[in-house]
């Protein structure tokens, strides 16, 4: 399977997805695009440095997010693309790249879905005081974060952690789990029924 990450940020899930493949843990599935909005974001060195073709677009330097969608809709057609993976990044996907690759776009998000949605989720868990967060895996649709659930990991708040101890661990766990849905959805062993996924225990 031909597998684009799209990434705005830090790139660390898109890291763990490079080494899961070098590894050999992700499955059938090979990373042959990578896709940012942010000329800056440090996503894109870690791309540069392991040899991934970069498709780099600014939304500003089109008229709507339709075109800006639209153009990387041609590429990841053209490429062959077979699953979208977003790893940080940060915008709202439309109808426009959306229809093309309905049930095919992954996204992981640092929280137990439904608890906690959009930015900042970690801080979000903090401030309300849960004993247990964690990380979940799911396909996208045109809601913030509210996609059918492929997998989840809870992760336990300490009564030591701060947003960055909490963080770390989070991380952790979605690097872990990321890869592991990733290798299953290009083996074929996600199934999708309405919001129920099927993934044999994942
Ligand atoms: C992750 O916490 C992910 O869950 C969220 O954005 C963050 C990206 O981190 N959607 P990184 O860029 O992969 O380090």
């Known amino acids: 399977a031909r597998i684009a990450v799209f990434a ?29 909005d942010r000329p800056e974001a440090p996503a894109g060195r870690r791309a540069e440095e392991a040899g991934v073709p970069t ?3 600014r939304p500003k330097d089109f008229s ?3 075109e800006y969608e639209a153009a990387i809709v ?14 940080g990044y940060m915008r709202l996907i439309t109808p426009v ?4 690759f309905a049930g095919r776009i992954l996204n992981i998000h640092p929280s ?27 396909i996208v649709d045109g809601g913030m974060d509210t996609g059918p659930v492929v997998a989840q990991r809870a992760v336990e708040v300490l009564e030591t952690d701060d947003a960055a101890s909490l963080a770390q661990r989070i991380h952790a766990a979605e690097h872990e789990l990321y890869a592991k849905v990733v290798a299953a959805w290009s083996e074929g062993r996600i199934e999708l029924d309405g919001r129920q996924a099927k993934t044999g225990g994942l």
Do not use: C, M
């Open 97 to 100: 790249l959306l229809s093309p």
């Open 74 to 87: 041609e590429e990841l057609q053209r490429q062959g693309i077979d699953l979208i993976v977003l790893a």
């Open 112 to 138: 137990l879905l439904p608890a906690f949605p959009g930015k900042d989720a970690i801080g979000q868990a903090l401030a309300y005081g849960v004993k247990l967060t964690g990380v979940t895996v799911h």
């Open 55 to 57: 498709l780099l677009l």
């Open 8 to 36: 705005s940020g830090q790139g660390s899930n898109f890291t763990a997805l490079l080494e899961a493949e070098r590894e050999g843990r992700l499955g059938k599935a090979r990373i042959v695009l990578f896709v940012s």
């Open 64 to 66: 709507d997010r339709g």
